[in-house]
């Protein structure tokens, strides 16, 4: 063969068609380094579905909202109901109240998905105040997932007002009862309120705007930023990979669980369709705003009784325990009785919420990466100041009640109020006070459980005739977890002046820090040391794996390094 002439092609396989498609993406959507993704690990605990709870309502929660929004008639613009509903007819109402009359009667599956939607609302917001409270006694929030924190913490407040327009479009008797006290509250905001109340209902109330702006900020607006917000949460939690509690194998540097795809993906999609049936059976058995029941809505009216959506029990209980005061400053009338429970109360709280991240931070001097939790038990005070918080919510939750209470339990409402009054501040001290002690005494019990071990239930008898129960050491990965535990330690006190005599600029701000990590770190019971745990085995049974010997974990990175005053 001269060199001018070409070789014969071999014979090449052919490229399979889907092989060929998929080729066809990934030059232009770079599918393959996905591969990545789906393989990222997603470790396993009950309290990590609070999440998935929540975003499995709001799907269902925009699905129903989709179909809904095709039937409802947003219009304060007046109409006489001539439907199916005997009890109504003839009577004077909106095309807000009658379009839902007309959802609730006439459209096929209408009152079911109404219901639907409105059980998804109330879910939602449960199951993300349950996450948010897993995600604070756990110290989750923690560097690097600070941002993220306050991602949370916006989205429960969006989420929440989100709940309170869409309970308020039917227009209602009861949903506007609602929207008067949510009137007052806007006037009571000094300078600004006139102007925002003008604003929002678009005149004087009840003003025929406020049903079309609401319902436009219900499902364009709000959806859109919590979407985008959702969004962005998944994505950080992808990107500084998830949370997890100790034990054998995990570090700060990896992930224990099972790959995104098949068995996680397996397991969620199933956990979807759990939440999306028990939703759908509590609409269908379960009834839930009937509005027909209240009548539309009229100013000169309001329903005994009447009583938010859960989630605003506490502000409502606010409002009703608040003394009525009131002051006039250069001409113009300050009411107290409003300003301070729904709008200066909340603040705080969310304030609060929003930057405990960065205010632990700064008592504790901590600036390592956190991707191991704690248990609850472990940071009493973190754990005993969620706990007050929670028993404040709770007592102006139900001093949202208190007229239903009276009235069930044949009290005086007066006296049920001045009970909430006091028990504002009472019950969170107490709450504070016994839910440290518990989580101390749970260390101590922890404590216990390594040195004498757990017990058995077989009795022994000694040579001098004693009868004692015998204990057997607990197993390898329970010790492990119990061990590794990271004692956090108050910052050292500071000191006003050098050797030579020149003060500290920075000592008040040093001495505020460190008594604040005093009370932060107080309550914490030492991990037994490595002599201790070795003197406890001669007294102990062998465990069940038959292991006498022990090797304490390597102690957890410590914030000595970080823990100098600057």
Not at 442 to 450: E, M, T, W, Y
Request: proline share 7%; net charge neutral; glycine share 8%.
């Amino acid at each position: 063969m001269s060199i001018t002439e070409k070789a014969p092609q071999r014979g090449q396989a052919t490229v399979p068609k889907g092989e060929r498609i998929a080729d066809y993406v990934d030059g232009r959507l770079g599918i393959y380094k996905g591969r990545t993704l789906v393989r990222k690990v997603f470790p396993e605990h009950w309290s990590f579905m609070f999440g998935e709870i929540a975003l499995y309502s709001f799907i269902i929660l925009i699905l129903t909202g989709l179909y809904l929004t095709m039937f409802f008639n947003p219009s304060m613009a007046h109409t006489v109901y001539d439907g199916p509903h005997t009890p109504l007819q003839g009577v004077q109402m909106s095309e807000a109240y009658a379009s839902t009359l007309r959802i609730s009667f006439e459209v096929r599956g209408g009152l079911f998905i109404r219901q639907l939607h409105h059980w998804s609302a109330l879910t939602m917001i449960a199951a993300m105040m349950a996450h948010t409270l897993r995600h604070f006694l756990t110290g989750s929030f923690r560097k690097p997932r600070e941002f993220n924190w306050l991602i949370g913490v916006v989205l429960l407040v969006l989420v929440t007002l989100e709940g309170f327009l869409g309970y308020s479009l039917p227009d209602d008797l009861l949903s506007g009862t609602g929207l008067r006290i949510a009137e007052g509250v806007t006037l009571a905001i000094p300078l600004v309120g006139t102007y925002a109340t003008l604003f929002l209902f678009g005149g004087e109330f009840p003003a025929t705007d406020i049903i079309p702006r609401f319902y436009s900020l219900h499902i364009l607006l709000l959806p859109g930023l919590i979407l985008a917000l959702v969004t962005l949460h998944l994505i950080l939690v992808f990107y500084q990979k998830h949370t997890q509690f100790r034990g054998p194998g995990r570090t700060q540097k990896n992930v224990v669980g099972q790959p995104l795809m098949p068995h996680y993906a397996a397991k969620a999609g199933g956990f979807f369709f759990l939440v999306s049936g028990v939703l759908a059976l509590m609409a269908g058995i379960a009834q839930i705003n009937a509005v027909w029941v209240y009548g539309p809505y009229r100013p000169d009216q309001i329903s005994q009784g009447s009583q938010p959506d859960w989630y605003m029990g506490f502000l409502e209980g606010a409002l009703r325990a608040f003394p009525a005061w009131e002051f006039v400053i250069a001409g113009y009338t300050v009411n107290m009785g409003v300003l301070v429970p729904a709008v200066i109360l909340p603040t705080i709280l969310i304030a609060v919420l929003a930057l405990w991240p960065f205010l632990e931070s700064w008592i504790t001097g901590d600036k390592h990466e956190h991707h191991l939790l704690d248990r609850p038990r472990e940071q009493p005070t973190r754990t005993a100041f969620v706990a007050s918080l929670t028993a404040f919510y709770l007592v102006l939750f139900f001093g949202g009640s208190n007229d239903i209470l009276a009235e069930r339990f044949h009290l005086s409402m007066n006296a049920i109020t001045w009970g909430v009054r006091i028990g504002v501040f009472l019950v969170p001290a107490l709450t504070y006070v016994i839910t440290k002690r518990i989580c101390i005494g749970l260390q101590l019990r922890d404590r216990d459980k390594l040195l004498h071990g757990r017990e058995t239930g077989r009795i022994k008898r000694l040579p001098h005739g004693e009868f004692i129960e015998v204990h057997e050491r607990i197993d390898r990965e329970q010790e492990y977890m119990l061990l590794s535990r990271d004692v956090p330690k108050a910052l050292p006190a500071p000191v006003r002046e050098d050797g030579e005599g020149i003060p500290n600029p920075h000592s008040r701000t040093q001495q505020v820090r460190h008594r604040l990590s005093r009370w932060l770190t107080s309550g914490q019971v030492a991990n037994p040391t490595p002599q201790e745990m070795q003197q406890a085995l001669h007294h102990l049974d062998p465990a069940p794996d038959g292991h006498r010997e022990i090797t304490p974990p390597a102690p957890a990175e410590r914030r000595e390094a970080d823990q100098q005053l600057h």
